[in-house]
């Protein structure tokens, strides 16, 4: 029995202990499981696994743990959340966007994280030198503001170039000396320091330290132009003298050539600070004083993580400091909101009137500077095109106001006339706009008018481009041949300008489409009312100074029904306006067609118009300048004879003599230009 007792005893012993070891497993295979499912959650394994945002991974951790993450971890946290905050707004900076982003880095700690924009500003520098003047710019805001941040930024940059100028590494010695330039550009470091960089590059002139030399002064020259002139010519005769002694390569000395006139131009496409980018006042410039031989401590340590004991009274210095910055942004915002409720809950009542004060008022600038501004784009546009289709092309697209076509073909004639001879380019740049759209057709015609009435203003040259650009618009339709309605060809509603500018513009018209055609459109009934002043029936005087007129330029063949018409006038009325009109031919001929239409191009105008005369006219005008001349080579010519007042004057009848005597020559092959002069 004590062996069964002892036996059972044992075996008890065995299952507690194997109990007890079963327990343990499993608390251990618990715990090993719950380690695996936590680092599964938080994507930790050794193979990889899903990502987990920083958010997600902390309520994770706190789920598990059971408790809140301590003051060093959080702290830890908020680090990484600035240093990617400072990265990103560095990384997407550029010309446009950069005011937006320098208050996303004051929104940042910039007194904590100091060294990480430094440090994020300079390698982003590196590797874009071309973006070196919007990170200056960023440096210079930032430095108005903490200027322990632009110091540190200065500080660093030197320190890269000594390091890059001990290496002979030229690709980070040109990227460090431009940050440099557009440092002193910005006016966060002094002048001297740019003068200490070049007095070492170019102490001892090698191939590439000239070249850096070179690259730095285009860069900061219009800068030392202004602050330090007497430093920058120093500095231009040291690269002469380099130039001079010729120990440099050819390439070398096409760098300084290059140089030189760079500055000659005034440093024409290296400015000091582009417009976008001038974003201080002078009175918030900072400037540090920096020499290449100082002890600079680099602080290093700022760029690591460090617990702050005073983390949150750090922080609400820094909040109360960016309100100061920035302004309190959420009062504005109430201050609008509720300017907006009341503008829309109610109407101000003044004197009986309801005001609705919610609707914008629109500024109207009555000071003209749209227009100036329009002109001058049109101007631009026109003078830089190569054709008139790129011109046309270009012009189309400039957002024109409605109601400001006017301004658009004023322009255009006004850069006609004033070239010194018409150019068909601004003619054929009318005419399309004439044909693109009504408005433009209606502003060209309305231009005709005001232009003839103020023809006694332009000079010849001038008047003459005006003449010939309507000219081409009338030839080629795309102006309505009814302007000429407000042209009066009569001995008292004309002058001597207005006589040449019709003048001009029947001669380009005859030229452009013939002397038949332009008669053809002269003589369509429909448009006899519009040309009624142009070829007067009301007095024969008028009759004869329109007749005279366009037979003294080359164009009589235009007035065969106006003389057709001066025929068949009764007599006794044409004997009254006979006595009435000898004052007007006298005048018409005293008044000297010859003087108003002797230039140069006018009298091309004639001979090309009389350049078919019939041989026997030639011949015949010769021999009457031969039998005018000949008095005069053996004496005083003699003097011509006068009619006596008491003669009676040309009757009709010698009038109809006169004319048939015309009709007769005209119908042999006489020239328009030949005709004769009514009295």
């Not at 902390?58 to 743990?65: K, Q, V």
């Not at 008028?542 to 001066?566: C, V």
């Not at 000297?592 to 041989?615: C, H, I, M, Q, T």
Request: include cysteine.
């Amino acid at each position: 029995m004590a062996s069964v007792g002892m036996a059972s005893a044992s075996d008890a012993t065995k299952r507690t202990r194997q109990e007890r070891r079963g327990v343990a497993s499993e608390e251990e295979e618990g715990e090993h499981e719950a380690y695996k499912r936590i680092r599964r959650k938080r994507g930790d394994t050794r193979g990889g696994g899903v990502y987990v945002p920083p958010a997600k991974a902390e309520a994770l951790e706190r789920e598990t743990s059971g408790r809140s993450l301590d003051e060093q971890t959080e702290q830890r946290k908020s680090w990484e959340r600035l240093k990617r905050k400072i990265h990103g707004a560095v990384n997407k900076v550029n010309a446009a966007n950069v005011q937006t982003v320098v208050v996303e880095l004051f929104r940042a700690n910039l007194l904590r994280g100091r060294g990480l924009l430094a440090k994020s500003l300079i390698q982003a520098q590196t590797a874009s030198p071309a973006f070196t003047q919007v990170y200056a710019a960023v440096v210079a805001v930032v430095n108005a503001k903490f200027p322990s941040v632009g110091e540190t930024v200065l500080h660093r940059v030197v320190l890269q170039f000594r390091r890059a100028y001990r290496r002979n590494d030229k690709a980070l010695c040109l990227a460090s000396t431009k940050f440099i330039a557009h440092l002193v550009n910005q006016h966060v470091a002094h002048e001297l320091l740019v003068l200490e960089l070049l007095a070492l590059l170019l102490e001892n002139p090698t191939e590439d330290s000239v070249e850096v030399a070179a690259g730095l002064v285009k860069e900061v020259g219009e800068t030392l132009a202004e602050l330090s002139p007497q430093g920058l010519h120093g500095v231009f005769e040291r690269f002469r003298n380099i130039l001079h002694e010729g120990a440099i390569g050819k390439r070398t000395q096409y760098i300084i050539e290059n140089l030189f006139a760079v500055r000659k131009a005034n440093f024409e496409g290296f400015p000091a600070i582009p417009p976008d980018l001038d974003l201080l006042e002078e009175e918030d410039l900072i400037t540090h004083e920096v020499s290449l031989d100082d002890d600079i401590d680099p602080e290093t340590a700022i760029d690591l993580f460090r617990a702050d004991p005073n983390f949150e009274e750090n922080e609400a210095k820094y909040a109360a400091i960016l309100g100061e910055i920035l302004g309190d942004e959420e009062e504005e915002r109430e201050g609008v909101n509720d300017a907006a409720e009341g503008a829309e809950a109610e109407a101000e009542v003044h004197g009986g009137q309801v005001l609705d004060t919610s609707k914008t008022q629109v500024i109207q600038d009555e000071t003209g500077t749209d227009d100036v501004n329009l002109r001058r784009t049109i101007y631009l546009t026109i003078m830089s095109s190569v054709d008139f289709e790129e011109a046309g092309h270009k012009l189309m697209k400039i957002d024109i106001p409605s109601g400001r076509e006017m301004e658009l073909c004023t322009m255009i004639l006004e850069c006609c006339s004033q070239e010194r001879t018409y150019l068909r380019y601004y003619g054929l740049l009318g005419e399309r706009f004439a044909k693109l759209r009504r408005v433009y057709h209606t502003a060209f015609a309305e231009l005709f008018g005001k232009q003839y009435e103020l023809i006694h203003r332009l000079e010849t040259a001038k008047l003459r481009n005006v003449a010939k650009f309507f000219a081409n618009l009338l030839a080629s339709d795309a102006l309505t041949w009814g302007v000429l309605s407000c042209i009066r060809l009569t001995e008292e509603e004309t002058t001597s300008s207005s006589r040449i500018f019709v003048k001009v513009l029947f001669l380009e018209l005859a030229e452009i489409l013939g002397l038949k055609q332009l008669n053809e459109r002269l003589m369509e009934p429909s448009m006899q009312e519009d040309f009624a002043g142009i070829f007067p029936k009301d007095t024969p005087k008028n009759m004869r100074f329109s007749i005279n007129f366009f037979t003294s330029i080359g164009l009589g063949g235009i007035t065969d029904a106006l003389r057709e018409h001066l025929k068949n006038v009764p007599t006794a009325p044409l004997r009254a306006a006979s006595d009435t009109s000898s004052d007007s031919d006298t005048s018409l001929s005293d008044e000297g067609y010859s003087s108003s239409y002797d230039s140069g191009e006018d009298g091309r105008d004639n001979r090309r118009v009389r350049a078919k005369a019939p041989l026997y006219d030639r011949h015949r005008r010769s021999m009457s300048r031969g039998h005018s001349r000949s008095p005069s080579r053996y004496g005083r010519s003699p003097s011509p004879r006068r009619r006596s007042p008491t003669s009676p004057r040309r009757s009709a009848e010698g009038l109809s003599r006169d004319y048939n005597r015309y009709e007769g020559h005209r119908r042999g092959g006489e020239h328009y230009s030949r005709e004769k002069r009514y009295p």
